[in-house]
């Protein structure tokens, strides 16, 4: 396979000679002497990208990066692209209406910008690209509303500065919560009852990890408030804050179900 655009490249089994940066590499692995601009591969439009020094680039068979760690932002399309709500970004823009030189300084604002299904990425993550040039995984540095289950009302928005995951189909994975939000669990009809008006929705605590199926129910998330175990006969109850694995025949705790606390009895009872 031939790099060219000026690159200098260290192959399998070698190190840099400051010896930092990358270790060894597969014949598919490139470790970057420089910040190296890249085509990125599933384009159909030739628009290079900057990738970091002293990291792994993953290439494909003619040279188009597959994986890599950015080392600027780019604007770039999630496989999930047609789920998103927002379709604009803010960018910074700078204006000098001072009609007299020298101008010292200038005055910042932010401008709305149409991203036509694109998210920006930010510099210093890594990014995974499917075979088709959108974005699998990668740091996002705006938060984003998207679909939870296509044809179907519901959205969920994810938190900035956080890596946000798609399956290949465009589906939902996985992001942080931007908000507290009710989300049904994977196995949430066990949990409905004649006397329940829940919906089978539990609420989870923003600021957290969540996980979802490709039918937009979560597998594990934080939940935000109490929740009773499955079995009421053992009188226990997940405390709110805790982390939780959800399965199709329950709940597999990922911290230890207490007691639920009896009421109180006051003094004049």
Sequence with gaps: MNVVRNISVIMIGTMFALGVG????????????KNTHFYLQGHTVGEEVEFRKETVVVLNDIGEVAEGILNEEAYLRPVGWQSIIQDY?????YIDARPFFPRMASTGHQAVMMTFGHLPYKEKTKIVLDEDGYVLSGT????????????????????????????????????????DTNLRPVGWRKRLTPDTSSAGYVMFRAGEDVVFDENGEVI???????????TDKDGKMYLAGTKLSFTADGVTEMAKAVDIPKPLKMGFE
């Design 140 to 179: 996002v540095k705006d938060d984003v509303t998207i679909a939870l289950v296509e044809e179907r009302y519901g959205f969920v928005t994810l938190k900035g500065d956080n890596e946000l995951v798609f399956y290949p189909d465009g589906k939902l994975k996985s992001g942080v919560l931007k908000e």
């Design 89 to 93: 970004s803010y960018a910074a823009a």
């Design 22 to 33: 990358c270790r060894t590499v597969t014949a598919e692995e490139v470790c970057l002497e």
């Design 220 to 230: 594990v998330g934080t939940i935000k408030e109490a929740l009773p175990t499955l």
